[in-house]
């Protein structure tokens, strides 16, 4: 399958609901490690300020891998699937850390996250959620059928 140029509403919203059920499960094990009692509240601080980057940064690749043969129709415009693809390439072959697509017009000051060419990437809870909720937006306005 090289390109697809549209996906059924019904694949898309599976795909929304399997993300909202990872931010869900998030959501319940922080909740959880924050009501255990007898823990070293600061090192378990430490393990949540160090997981959540790594957990939202790798679903982002999710998000790309739900649609990845839509590339050469997303347009290159800087659109949220824009910015999807250029975290990928970021997070895969940069170590994290944002780089330039000069195939993609992706303009920080309008971009979801708002991240520069040499940001780390380390999104949060609330970047993922904003940045999925303007990904699948955008997958369903260009691609739902």
Known sequence: MLCVNGYPHDYIDGCRSRI?????????????????????????ASAVDSFEPLLFSHLVLV????????????????NPANEVRVLCNSVLQNGGVMIADKTIKLNPAKSVLKLQVGDKIALTEADFARLSKAYFAEIKSRFGK
Do not use: M, P, W
């Not at 998000?63 to 839509?70: A, E, I, P, V, Y």
């Open 20 to 44: 909202a059920s990872q931010l869900a499960a998030y959501r319940a094990l922080i909740t959880a490690a924050g009501a255990t009692r007898g823990v070293n509240s600061s090192a378990l």
């Open 63 to 78: 998000l790309d891998g739900f649609f990845f043969h839509r590339r050469t129709l997303e347009g290159k415009d800087g």
